[in-house]
């Protein structure tokens, strides 16, 4: 009682809160479950209209309340239908959904909900059949609502074709009117798909999800002709019209033959398939374009990839798609998302000279793409070209100069392991050149773990010294080398590793809290550190940062002076 007292004192206060009255609801709905659990538990079923129905008239009460303060809180219909739902209130909940769609009917996703309510819980077709249609005066192009009022007559007449079934099979005497045949094969569902291609011309993939719909459905073979007659019509210059057509061509009946051998199988697969590419053959001469030659790649391709003990459809199949292939690109045509799908069944089947070829033939036409260039250059590299210089310096040409970072860095790779160090560090010097902020400081990071890698510390110190005389840098730089300075037992010095930090403060000292406090603790730590100088450094350090910086350094400072951090 105390805490239903104080949530309705929350709600009936003159300032009111969408919170105090969810969490009025929600407490009520918890005491409600309660109740049911423990009526289950002990057995005992009476007295419900003295408790259940009072607190569920409350909730009622409550949700009522709250939308008409909030109306245009989706969430909250949401939550007093789901409510409504669980406690089968299906009188409440009607008119819940009117009063809902009377103040959001701009939400299409409210009418289908409405509708499917009336249809499966209701059984109630006509209900739902005239939500649908007061939904598309509101919304006369919206594609969901067609296709859902579609599959909703499909459903109504299922079962309808049902009922009439089994009252055929008990000998009843039915009448036309009872079960118009208009209705029952589907006349309904065969308008409203018209109506929709009407209303909403031009999109093919909304014409073809009329036809997926219809599929589900074992009585519509003659509204799927039509679909696809239509969609023939109507989407010609569409690849979707095509590929679709030339998939069906897969379910084409071939002649079952009687204890047939596996050759007899394989045959009668490639001859569908060989009604398929003729389809497509057709397609790409009706529709030369990069889509239409996309659908009859990845179709050629998808049937490659299938599993087969046969050797001569798995050769048919390889021959075809290495054909499509060589079409699409003599009809420059080729999508550039498929080159490197090309490139690697080269590789796959052993054709390192094909494959070669074919990158320097066809890299005319990367233009500026990083991801073509990058790929043929990966391919090149993992078949040891040596090709590999020279059209990577057609890529640096071509690709912009902001996108190129990725190139520079494969070929970097590729010198370290290949090439001499002389050749290296010309690439090295070459890609420092570069005027891009992020390719200079990530060609400066590679550079110093290269040199410590070929030449030791030494001549890691001495590119160091060459590369701090132009900017840009990066922190992650001047943190590599005080970690290689702190690595040499015998070269280590303080007086080096405090100049590598004041490198870094006078770039990064203004915005980072963190380096002021690892300088400070390498003073303190280091054997040949100086503990009097962490004074100057926190003086120093209070001067330059600003801001939340100042804080945290403070803060942090204080634990490190405790020994804490």
């Not at 490639?270 to 497509?280: D, F, I, L, T």
């Not at 494959?355 to 990058?374: D, T």
Request: charged letters at 30%; one cysteine or more; a positive charge.
């Amino acid at each position: 009682m105390k805490k239903v007292t104080a949530l309705e004192h929350k709600v009936h206060r003159r300032a009111l809160s969408k919170e105090s009255f969810i969490s009025y609801i929600q407490y009520e709905i918890n005491f409600l479950e309660l109740i049911r659990r423990r009526r289950v538990r002990a057995g005992y079923y009476f007295k419900k209209d003295e408790i259940e129905y009072a607190i569920i008239n409350r909730i009622h009460a409550l949700f009522r309340r709250a939308l008409s303060k909030w109306k245009a809180d989706v969430q909250l219909w949401l939550s007093h239908i789901a409510f409504c739902k669980k406690w089968n209130v299906k009188l409440k909940l009607s008119k819940v959904f009117s009063e809902m769609l009377a103040i959001h009917p701009d939400k299409p996703a409210l009418w289908i909900m409405a509708a499917k309510w009336e249809m499966e819980d209701q059984l109630s077709s006509e209900s739902a059949r005239h939500l649908f249609l007061r939904a598309l005066r509101f919304h006369p192009e919206s594609q969901k609502l067609y296709q859902e009022y579609y599959r909703m007559e499909l459903m109504h007449a299922e079962k309808m074709r049902k009922e009439k079934q089994l009252l055929e099979t008990a000998k009843l005497q039915l009448t036309e009117a009872e079960y118009p045949e208009e209705i029952v094969c589907g006349h309904l569902a065969r308008i409203v798909y018209k109506n929709a291609i009407e209303k909403i011309p031009g999109d093919a993939e909304f014409h073809l999800s009329f036809w997926k719909i219809a599929e589900m459905f074992d009585f519509t073979q003659d509204i799927q002709k039509e679909i696809v007659e239509d969609l023939q019509t109507l989407h010609a210059d569409q690849p979707v019209c095509w590929d679709f057509v030339a998939r069906q061509k897969l379910d084409t009946e071939v002649p079952s033959v009687p204890a047939c051998s596996k050759q007899t199988k394989a045959l009668n697969i490639v001859q569908r398939e060989e009604q398929c590419w003729a389809v497509y053959e057709e397609a790409v001469v009706s529709v030369p374009t990069e889509a239409m030659w996309k659908c009859y790649i990845s179709f050629c391709l998808e049937r490659f990839k299938r599993k087969t003990n046969n050797e001569f459809l798995r050769n048919k199949r390889l021959d075809k798609v290495l054909n499509v292939f060589e079409k699409a690109q003599e009809s420059s045509l080729l999508p550039q998302a498929l080159y490197k799908q090309w490139l690697q069944l080269l590789v796959d089947l052993g054709d390192a000279e094909k494959a070669i070829g074919l990158v320097k033939s066809a890299s005319a036409n990367f233009a500026g793409s990083v991801q073509l260039w990058q790929g043929s250059l990966e391919i090149l590299i993992e078949l040891q070209s040596p090709d590999v210089s020279a059209i990577f310096q057609q890529a640096v040409q071509k690709v912009p100069v902001k996108d190129a970072l990725p190139l520079w860095l494969l070929c970097l790779d590729w010198s370290e392991s290949r090439n001499s160090a002389h050749e290296t560090e010309s690439l090295y010097q070459r890609a420092l050149q570069t005027q891009v902020t992020a390719a200079s400081v990530a060609v400066k990071e590679r550079y110093l773990d290269w040199a410590l890698k070929t030449g030791g510390y030494k001549r890691a110190r001495k590119v160091f010294t060459r590369l701090c005389e132009n900017r840009p840098f990066s922190l992650e730089f001047f943190k590599k080398m005080i970690a290689i300075e702190k690595q040499q037992q015998e070269y280590s010095r303080m007086e080096r590793i405090r100049e590598y930090y004041e490198q870094a403060l006078r770039e990064f000292g203004s915005t980072n809290a963190d380096l002021w406090l690892e300088y400070i603790k390498e003073e303190q730590e280091h054997p040949q550190g100086k503990p009097e100088l962490t004074g100057q450094i926190h003086w120093r350090a209070m001067k330059v940062l600003a801001g939340i910086e100042v804080e945290r350094f403070v803060s942090q400072y204080t634990l490190l002076q405790t020994g804490h951090l």
